[in-house]
């Protein structure tokens, strides 16, 4: 089962004055990813901040398996000459 949000930052997310900050959203993906197969998370790099900036795939596990094959089509119909 996965971790649910208001159990990792301790609060509703949307909930009045409660902001999380950006390095526990980033725990919390990584924790989501080690939890489902249906989530992955890679770091793309730094922001000007130091903060990691990551990209989440979230789908169903037959797509997480073919993401690669997935990215090629993405690329061919944003480029297709």
Same mark, same amino acid.
């Given at each position: 089962?996965? +971790?649910? !949000? *208001? *159990?990792?930052?301790?609060?509703?997310?949307?909930?009045?004055?409660? @902001?999380?900050?950006?390095?526990?959203?980033?725990?919390?993906?990584? =924790?989501?990813?080690?939890?489902? /197969?249906?989530? =992955?998370?890679?770091?793309?790099?730094? +922001?000007?901040?130091? /903060?990691?900036?990551?990209?989440?795939?979230?789908?169903? !596990? *037959? /797509?997480?398996?073919? @993401? *690669?094959?997935?990215?090629?089509?993405?690329?061919? @119909?944003?480029?297709?000459?």
């Amino acid at each position: 089962m996965v +971790t649910r !949000p *208001e *159990e990792f930052f301790g609060f509703k997310i949307g909930e009045d004055r409660k @902001l999380a900050r950006w390095d526990r959203i980033v725990e919390y993906y990584y =924790k989501v990813a080690s939890e489902s /197969n249906r989530v =992955k998370v890679i770091e793309m790099g730094k +922001t000007p901040g130091g /903060n990691s900036f990551i990209v989440a795939f979230i789908s169903s !596990p *037959e /797509n997480m398996e073919r @993401l *690669e094959r997935i990215r090629e089509i993405s690329c061919k @119909l944003a480029n297709p000459d």
